[in-house]
């Protein structure tokens, strides 16, 4: 939570992000000024604020001196995101997997059940959910507080490439066996596996990003 903004300035904050990251507001679409006071029932003044704070994270850019628009990511930038990842989560999980404290070891043995539960066919974008639970854990009982913040500094870009990969019903498949792969893995004590799957699995969660962004370029071409 930004604890410098106010709380309205902070409920703007939030509800514009998640109408971007939920695709609500496109990659691409102007993000107008006017528009939002009108909305919001606000000044000019907060609304610049939060855009500048939505720049920072990322999810706008400013397009020359027309106004902002929502980031499309680019290719470099899946390849830049993906490789941070595997570097910040493969070190990750083989420190939580070291360090297997009790509660991480009961929710993990909770979040494996409910993997082998889900049906990715009716449902992918649960199976997102429940992935991002796991690589939330691990951050979370790495207990390495500077690869938490280089992985929070990614998670909303990261959010915003699971608006692909939440489509495609074969990756959210993949995902869901090694998720289940890396949880056994801290299970059974393996440090070193854990995170030649974590990497593996972000290796692979890149691939199929950038052929479903290609397949997405060639239906709208």
């Given amino acids: 939570m930004r604890r410098d903004l106010g709380d309205l300035k902070e409920k703007i904050y939030l509800d514009l992000r998640e ?5 609500e507001i496109k990659p691409g679409e102007w993000i107008v000024e006017r528009k939002l006071t ?5 000044s000019r ?3 610049r604020e939060v855009l500048r704070m939505l720049m920072e994270d990322g999810l706008i850019e400013l397009n020359g001196k027309k106004g902002y628009t929502v980031k499309k990511l680019s ?7 993906y490789t941070a990842r595997e570097a910040i989560e493969g070190a990750a999980a083989r420190l939580a997997c070291r360090r297997r404290e ?12 409910n993997l082998k539960l889900v049906d990715i066919d009716k449902d992918p974008a649960q199976g997102v959910a ?8 691990l951050i979370e009982y790495s207990g390495n507080k500077i690869l938490k913040k280089f992985y929070e500094k990614l998670r ?10 939440k489509r495609s019903v074969e990756i959210e498949k ?28 972000l290796r692979e969660t890149l691939k199929s990003v950038v052929d479903s962004y290609y397949s997405l370029i060639m239906k709208r071409a």
């Fill in 45 to 47: 003044t907060p609304i």
């Fill in 75 to 81: 290719l470099e930038d899946f390849v830049e995101i």
């Fill in 38 to 42: 009108e909305i919001y029932k606000v």
């Fill in 156 to 165: 909303l870009l990261t959010n915003m490439t699971r608006n692909i990969t």
């Fill in 19 to 23: 109408k971007i990251l939920n695709e």
């Fill in 130 to 137: 429940l992935g991002r639970q796991l690589h939330d854990l």
């Fill in 174 to 201: 993949r995902s869901r066996d090694d998720h289940v792969k890396i949880i056994e893995a801290i299970l059974s004590n393996d440090e070193t596996r854990v995170e030649e799957l974590m990497r593996k699995h």
């Fill in 102 to 113: 009790p509660e991480l070891i009961e929710k993990l043995n909770k979040l494996k059940e």
